[in-house]
């Protein structure tokens, strides 16, 4: 684990207040910033440069909520060029027409669009592009899912808690409903399936 002077000098935390030339002490405001830190690296899986460029969107009280989620939602993505073949084209359209429809004010060429087609031209390939006919379920359960991020940060009353809320909704809340999905996961096939596997089928 990277020690505070480390993070201190990568300028992810502010300098602590000097008490001998070697010495110096921290106070709660840091130890809140640390553990900040520490989530968005273990939990959330970003780089040091990730985070501190995250934390630059935090600590600049001039640039909007909605440019610090992007901010944070960027830093997400991992998709990189995308293959030049007939799936990736019919995925970009899918994307791009799933936000049209539903009216999303952004556009494909957002790294999460690119995310989105990139995982889909990935199962046309494997023979399950009839995936996309189940997109817009899966857009009700995000939409839901987002409200409830945003209603979290509303509840914040201080703007520096709001902004720091915002990054944590985004990149912790990830891998949150994440791991809630996989539960559910287990229930849904354990109600569907029973212990004995599909129905109709059986053991010879």
């Not at 690296?41 to 009280?61: Q, R, S, Y």
Request: glycine fraction near 8%.
């Amino acid at each position: 684990m990277p020690t505070i002077k480390y993070y201190v000098r990568e300028g992810l935390l502010p300098p602590g207040e000097l008490t001998s030339p070697n010495q110096a002490t921290y106070g709660e405001a840091h130890e809140q910033r640390l553990q900040l830190i520490r989530a968005l690296l273990d939990v959330g899986g970003m780089k040091v440069t990730e985070i501190a460029n995250v934390l630059a969107a935090i600590d600049d009280p001039a640039r909007p909520l909605h440019k610090v989620l992007g901010a944070a939602a960027k830093l997400l993505g991992t998709a990189d060029i995308e293959n030049d073949d007939t799936e990736s084209a019919a995925a970009h359209a899918a994307v791009a027409e799933l936000i049209s429809r539903r009216g999303w004010q952004t556009n494909d060429s957002n790294s999460a669009a690119a995310e989105l087609s990139k995982a889909l031209a990935a199962m046309a390939r494997l023979g399950h592009g009839a995936f996309v006919e189940v997109l817009d379920d899966y857009a009700d359960a995000a939409e839901q899912v987002a409200r409830a991020d945003l209603a979290y940060v509303d509840r914040r009353v201080a703007v520096e808690d709001m902004v720091e809320s915002v990054v944590i909704g985004t990149v912790l809340g990830e891998a949150v409903f994440c791991a809630l999905r996989r539960l559910a996961h287990v229930d849904a096939s354990a109600k569907l399936y029973g212990t004995d596997g599909p129905p109709g089928r059986k053991e010879g």
